[in-house]
């Protein structure tokens, strides 16, 4: 094992932005103003805005991505839209990342600066989701994942929980999904491993946390995230917890090596999971599921990460790749058919003998 999760007591890491704005609108919710006061109690300079207009300028990616804006989520965000194949519903609680992965999968998605922007009418985004149980055709209406209700995904355009510590909002998300009788289920994934907060909740198994993993080798790619071994330790204090727990392994990277790589980090996961001298009985089932998503990118989004990323080493040329259309007209810059088929039948193999009990969700 090359990683030891269940020994390594480090503090989780915490994003510290050197930049807080907070809006007019944003400072009449109770949950903005509870954003404000965590920003406050960690030192953080804030500054009010007269109005609701960020007004950002010409600011470069560095100064973006260090900035945090309490805003209102615009009535569009209430409307929740489809997130297949991982959930019925995407419910946004921000949108901006503090981690600077060089495959972002959020630039050139995401319009103007790459800040982090955390949404204060929390209220309204939970009032709005009763509306849509039922409703949805990813797990709703599943044959093979009835089970988990109906699923809302809360990080689309986010990671939840590397901004926990100042926002506060995925907890109450979390508390309110457990108190909410009804055949529903939360998901989040991370990279992040800071889930103190979380581990004492009363979520009455209604949601899932996904750790979101690449091997130590490829940590390069993952700037501003939580090491690998932080992160398998979060799994394992999560599913002790009784949350239930899911693996995003991605992207998937067909680099040099990659069979050692991956083989090692799924070694990994089975060590967190499995009894140990504090522990003897392991971890309650944590009815684990896994979610393969290989490396893929457009040329917009190729464009932005190469000016974002100048030095990356991660590779992103031709020669092992095809054009995909998506069904919106989008063209994706994927791993050729020889690759996604080698790619495709080591992981399944992989994964059925070291991880025997977990669900394969879906491969892309």
Known sequence: MSDDPSTDDRPARLWRPRRVLITRSAREWAHGGAIAERVAALGLPLTELPGDRLDLGDA?????????????APPGKLRFQPIAPSADWRVDLAEGCPGHCSYCYLAGSLKGPPVTRAYANLPEITAALAGFVGRGTVTSRSATRAAEGTTFEASCYTDPLGIEHLTGSLSALIAHFGAWD????????????????????????????????????????????????????????????????????????????????????????????????????????????????THRFSAGSKAMLETWYPGSALDMGSTTRTEKRTKFGAVKHVYDRPTMTALRGWFEAEIAARLPRARLLYWT
């Open 182 to 293: 009804a055949d529903v289920q939360l998901r989040f994934t991370t990279k992040f491993a800071a889930v103190a907060p979380l581990v004492g909740l009363d979520h009455n198994g209604r949601t899932r946390m996904r750790v979101s993993l690449n091997p130590a080798e490829f940590a390069r790619f993952e700037g501003g995230t939580a090491p690998v071994a932080a992160r398998l330790l979060a799994l394992r204090r999560m599913a002790a917890a009784g949350y239930r727990m899911g693996l995003t392994i991605a992207p998937i990277i067909a680099a040099e090596g990659w069979r050692e790589a991956y083989g090692g980090l799924i070694a990994d996961v089975a060590a967190a999971l499995a009894p140990s001298a504090d522990n003897p009985d392991g971890v309650p089932d944590p009815d684990l599921t896994i979610e393969l998503i």
């Open 60 to 72: 470069s990616y560095a100064d973006a991505k260090a900035t945090l804006a309490i805003v209102v």
